[in-house]
């Protein structure tokens, strides 16, 4: 799991830049794995 967040992580800051790719990245780990809640607080 870990190599697919480092690789989410290196294309979100192609698109978004370095600072918002860890967090969207995460979401995007999140949203798959089905970890994330309603109110998006992990």
């Known amino acids: 799991m870990r190599d697919v967040t480092e690789i989410l992580t290196s294309l979100c800051a192609r698109l978004y830049g370095p600072r918002?790719?860890?967090?969207r990245a995460r979401a995007?780990?999140?949203?798959?794995?089905?970890?994330?809640?309603?109110d998006g607080s992990g």
């Open 28 to 38: 995007a780990v999140d949203a798959a794995t089905g970890a994330a809640t309603e």
């Open 20 to 23: 918002p790719a860890a967090d």
